[in-house]
């Protein structure tokens, strides 16, 4: 079973109380199942581990309630949690300069989920591409990525450019910004 570090779980909650409200937190760990809803809640230490799945159902309960229609709101998730850990986290060290944040993805990656491998393809000065390969999380996680290394690097442009559910053998990224 594959198991997400505290800190991505505590970013997407501050999210949802800091973008939503405590009340609307309050009301996703409600519909959770038990289990889940325990994994998910404040007590959680960034660097403790939780299963994938926790993640994944109190993203999609929070954009079942309150988010329905709104087709970028995983990314936004995601680039919330990003920029919280570009400046908050134990890896503001290694997120402080752009190109150091890029050579050390495969790292932040394997720190965050530890399903899957992600493999540079092309790194440049104003970009970079890369593949999550063995990746299998759901198409909410996909958009969520997208939206955590966006705002990890501050890029000025995030595109998801192939998906492994829509039968590509991979989910590939690239992140564009002024050089």
């Given at each position: ?10 970013d997407t909650i501050a999210f949802v109380r800091d973008t939503l ?159």
């Open positions: 079973m594959a198991t997400v570090r505290g800190s991505a779980v505590l409200g405590i009340r609307e937190h309050r009301m996703i760990l409600g519909l959770l199942p038990r289990a889940c809803a325990a994994g998910v809640d404040l007590t959680l230490s960034e660097g403790q581990r939780r299963p994938l799945e926790y993640l994944v159902a109190y993203m999609e309960q929070a954009k079942a309630l309150f988010a329905k229609g709104d087709v970028d709101f995983f990314r936004r998730m995601g680039r919330y949690a990003g920029a919280r850990n570009r400046h908050d986290s134990n890896f503001k060290f290694i997120l402080g300069a752009r190109e150091t944040a890029v050579r050390m993805l495969k790292v932040l990656w394997s720190a965050r989920l530890d399903e899957g491998t992600l493999e540079v393809v092309t790194s440049t000065p104003g970009g970079v591409t890369f593949r999550l390969v063995g990746f299998h999380g759901s198409p909410s996680l996909c958009q969520w990525n997208l939206g955590v290394v966006e705002g990890e690097l501050e890029a000025t442009s995030a595109r998801h450019t192939a998906c492994v559910f829509q039968g590509d053998p991979y989910c590939e990224y690239t992140m564009s910004w002024e050089a």
